[in-house]
């Protein structure tokens, strides 16, 4: 970018901060069974701004998105559009007041191309009455949305082969054909790569410069810093309070959210790595069956795991759980060779994985709280082969009190929690059992500083104790404010490994693309 | 009980109320027992079949597994002179070997529950009817068998069919809804993966219910050999399957997994029988039999399904009212 045309943005950024808002929510209120998500919530969006939506996991966030997206329907309040004012929106009304819903869990269809998944329901016609989708016309307007993006990638892609980052421009290169007004993000950047996520973070700037209104909700708060003209934060359903650009600070983001000042606490280890527990030896996976890792992995430690997204850290997490079959080589823990088929004879082992996706793998949605908590170590809660449902609800409390899991109650169906929520369920499920090894592949993701501080808390507690951690993490900051040594990965094989004098952001990335570090 | 098997108990007992008023022979002994002795022989393998269907499959070979089995029974016994303790012995073995065929085939080979079952029910109809070249199978005239009695018995006038149904749904029970074992099913059933994920050794879970279901249709094929008495290869047993998953679907179960309760499946066999019984008594001609059948199943899930939607609709009105806020429409389903 020149400076002239820098200078054109920043003026033409400067303008419509001060144009009238054209949406207005008064005092909207949303329950459901047990919770208020909301309690009366107003808030006004003007041409062109970026507003961060912060708070804790289950502070009502996504309700509120959902609400604008007409996913939901308020209980009380109203929503006002250019000074029309509604009670409640439908998808369809939404769709026309300009209002474009990037979710959080992607809305496509991988076995189409990219052209058809944008212009899905409005696909343009020829032959009249016949009805054929002008395919031709279809791709030519997709085309100049994609260049407007930056997107390395033609129409004609089927969305299947498309990366999760590249999916999400998909999503908004619609949001621009339908001429929105204001593009809603539910925490975009959660599941993306830093990387990625500053190339998101420059479309949201670029957007706000065609007058176009950015929402977003993320817990990367310096994210928020950067990219915010202004944030509202929300905590128990209701507004904790909002700040303008000048007023954003991590520390005051902190406060408000959470209503005390908090400093995340990286427990230095208290005792010293014990002997090697995990010793993979030649370990290659189908993702790159010409790699073999080598990694020893300690009593005690906390190994972070870092790497670019594809560089095969969740593939190597899901061979030495057994999920997939190794292409040679071996596991060794505590000295003795171990045969490690599948993920129940892991278990068996005590090596434990947290796995990324939580919806597809995690957790079971129409399950409830504590039938997900206690699902792999049903045997310990049954008696004759009878479970115990006492046994069940006993343990679900104290991980719910543990991790702070907001729920009504322990026999709530899972579907119904935060996303955050849900992410904690997820990890209150094997560290409610003895672990030996366990390896979370990002494990905070989703999650708020609050608990993230906890969760942290708790991962060096289970070190002490003599628990092996390996830990795949694309959050720089945790990456390096946990772990005791990180090993990093590149195209399938370990790159280096530093040790706590190493550490440095800029260590990181240089093995990650498979550079030297220079001592 | 939950409230979906109320609903289906109530309309299990309209509709017999109706028939009584309309024909009060529907109260009489005789056809109390009868009814309830085929309510015994179809629930036996419509729980078999929800064992399969809360995994997230189909069972679709039952009703020639129940021609198949049916036919060497009887051959074995009346033909061949085997004691019927031992040749009651090799149909149940048999049985659970094709049901172990079905599910090595399905978890191993990761073939679809619907094209295996589906060639399942080709194949044993075919072999049942090559097997005898397409002649009945029958016991030679005027032999007795003491002891196969005990099948078709009544104990104080109650059939052993529905006893044993009674045994096998208690049971049934408290493996699905009470056991490790049944947890593992309807977490298989909703999500695979995650069940993987967690632990759960799913192939064996999946096969597991193969096998449980082939064995309950292998007991159901001689309660009902003995109860015909004599098997025509062709005819015996056809569309059985499709009563299974009839019951099972009456009684709440999702077709796609994890959803479904016993109680559920058995009161979706009794109504079956109900209407079965219902042609028959009010003079309905028996060609009518499937159109009334199909009819009722149709209503009965619709009206479940609206009766759901509504009481959701309700709960959140509730749940809007406690917090003080007036009810508004519901959300829309949410676009898939
Ligand atoms: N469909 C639902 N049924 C019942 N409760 C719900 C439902 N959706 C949300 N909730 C509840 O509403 C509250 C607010 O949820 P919401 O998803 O808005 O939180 P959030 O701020 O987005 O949190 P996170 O940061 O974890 O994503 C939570 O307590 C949640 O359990
Ligand atoms: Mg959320």
Known sequence: ?519 | MKKKDLGLLVLILVVGLGVYLQNPLFLSPNNIANTANLIGLFGLFAIAQGFVIITGGIDLSAGSMIALLGVLFVDIVGNRGVPWPIAFVIVIILGLLLGLAHGLLITRLKMPPFVVTLCGLLIYRGVARGYTGDATAGFPFGSTYPGLDFFTARIYGVPTSILLLLVVAAIAWVVLHRSVFGRYLFAVGKNEEAARFSGIRTNLVIGAAYVICAGLTALAAIFFAMYTRSVSPSSHGNFYELYAIAAAVLGGFSLRGGEGSIIGVVLGAILLQVLQNLVNLLGIPSSLNFAVMGTVILVGVLVDQQWGAYRARRLLAGSARESGAKPTPPDPVPER
């Open chain 1, 1 to 519: 970018m020149t400076a002239e045309s820098a200078d054109a943005a920043q003026q033409e950024s400067a303008e419509p901060a001060a144009a009238q808002p054209f949406l207005r929510l008064k005092g909207v209120r949303k329950s459901y069974p047990g919770v208020q998500a909301l309690a009366g919530l107003d808030l006004e969006v003007r041409p062109g701004e970026v507003i961060g939506l912060v708070g804790e996991n289950g502070a009502g966030k996504s309700t509120l998105l959902k609400l604008l997206g007409g996913i939901a329907a308020p209980d009380g309040g109203t929503i006002e559009i250019d000074g029309v004012s509604h009670t409640r929106l439908s998808v369809s009304q939404s769709i026309a007041a300009g209002i474009a819903f990037v979710h959080q869990e992607l809305n496509l269809f991988d076995n189409l191309d990219v052209a058809a998944n944008v212009f899905i329901g409005r696909e343009p016609r020829r032959f009249g009455c016949l009805n054929i989708v002008d395919t031709r016309r279809q791709r030519a307007a997709v085309a100049p949305l994609l260049d407007q993006l930056g997107a390395g990638f033609s129409p004609d892609t089927l969305v299947g082969r498309l990366s999760l980052a590249q999916q999400q421009l998909v999503e908004i290169a619609k949001a621009l054909s339908q001429q929105a007004r204001l593009v809603i993000f539910d925490e975009p950047t959660s599941s993306l790569p830093i990387a990625e996520s500053e190339k998101l973070l420059a479309i949201m700037a670029r957007l706000s410069r065609r007058g176009i209104a950015v929402i977003f909700v993320s817990h990367r708060l310096t994210e928020v810093q950067r990219a915010a003209d202004r944030v509202v934060v929300l905590r128990d359903g209701r507004l904790a309070g909002r700040l303008t650009r000048a007023e954003i600070s991590h520390d005051r983001l902190v406060k408000l959210m959470i209503g005390r000042d908090l400093k995340v606490d990286y427990a230095a280890p208290k005792t010293a790595r014990g002997g090697v527990a995990l010793a993979l030896s030649g370990i290659r996976t189908a993702a790159y069956p010409r790699q073999a890792v080598d990694l020893d992995l300690h009593r005690g430690e906390i190994l972070g795991l870092a790497g670019l997204v594809g560089s095969g850290r969740t593939e190597l997490a899901r061979a030495i759980f057994g999920i997939d079959p190794v292409h040679g080589g071996g596991l060794s823990l505590d000295g003795k060779e171990i045969a490690v088929r599948s993920a129940s004879d892991a278990v068996g082992h005590g090596i434990f994985l947290v796995p990324e996706d939580r919806k597809a793998t995690g957790i079971l949605l129409d399950f409830t709280v504590a039938e997900n908590i206690s699902l792999p170590n049903l045997d310990a809660h049954a008696s004759n082969w009878i479970v115990s449902a006492g046994s069940e609800r006993r343990q679900a409390e104290a991980s719910r009190g543990e991790l702070g899991i907001k729920v009504p109650d322990v026999a709530t169906l899972t579907a119904t929690l935060s996303g955050g929520n849900q992410q904690k369920v997820v990890l209150a499920k094997w560290l409610a059992m003895q672990p030996r090894v366990i390896i979370l592949d990002e494990p905070t993701r989703g999650i708020d500083v609050g608990s993230k501080s906890e969760i942290y808390l708790l991962m060096r507690a289970l070190a002490d104790a003599g628990v092996t951690i390996l830990m795949i993490s694309s959050d720089m900051e945790e990456v390096i404010g946990v772990s005791d040594r990180i090993a990093v990965m590149c195209e399938g094989r370990i790159s280096g490994i530093l040790t706590r004098a190493q550490f440095s952001e800029e260590n990181v990335l240089l093995l990650a693309v498979g550079n030297r570090v220079v001592p």
